[in-house]
């Protein structure tokens, strides 16, 4: 299993906490501390698994 694939890849997630305005992304990658979360400006983060709530 590689950065791109695992189950969560692709699902909308929110932020516990909002990052620049933004709370709902999508999770386009697996790290070792947690998910890349992209947004719809193509603004990606780094956060981990308890910062966020799956839809």
Do not use: N
């Not at 620049?20 to 193509?42: D, E, K, M, N, P």
């Amino acid at each position: 299993m590689d950065e791109y694939d695992f189950p969560e890849y692709g699902r909308q997630c929110e932020l516990k906490t909002p990052w620049r305005g933004y709370h709902r992304g999508t999770i386009v990658a697996l790290t070792q501390r947690g998910f890349v979360v992209q947004f719809s400006s193509g603004a990606e983060i780094e956060v981990y698994e308890d910062e966020i709530i799956f839809d």
